[in-house]
């Protein structure tokens, strides 16, 4: 009998060029094909913000080949949670689906001294959303 379905989290910001990028990866990288991990914005910029890609780098993720993604409806839809990321974006609502909204400075134009710590937050929020999904890391 096949197992069930790894949860899926959706990261949603604006351009989805920092903080959802981060908090992508984190999960990437603390729970692996545990959780199904996407990210995207209403706006996408064109690239991932480059003090973002550095400041991941340094806890080794590779954010180099990323490309900022638009948000749809049925990414929220096949979605088990959707956290925005305290930048008012509007998200769809299903039924069923657990939200939620970390207020967290936006990176976007700063250095990497002043992205440290925003990145910082974002992995001691995905540890806790990992915990609350009763995932391991």
Request: glycine fraction near 8%; charge should be negative.
């Amino acid at each position: 009998m096949p197992e069930h379905a790894p949860p899926s989290v959706l990261f949603v910001c604006v351009h989805n060029a920092g903080r959802s990028q981060m908090a992508a990866a984190y999960l990437t990288l603390l729970a692996g094909e545990r959780v199904r991990v996407r990210s995207a914005g209403s706006l996408p910029a064109d690239e991932v913000d480059p003090a973002v890609v550095a400041a991941m780098a340094e806890v080794g993720a590779d954010l180099s080949a990323e490309v900022p993604k638009v948000l749809t409806a049925q990414a929220v839809e096949t979605s088990d949670v959707v956290v925005t990321m305290g930048c008012g974006d509007a998200c769809p609502v299903f039924p069923g689906k657990r939200y939620l909204d970390w207020a967290l400075p936006d990176p976007a134009g700063q250095g990497v001294a002043a992205v440290r710590p925003i990145r910082d937050e974002i992995e001691r929020r995905v540890r806790r959303l990992l915990a609350e999904l009763g995932i391991a890391v």
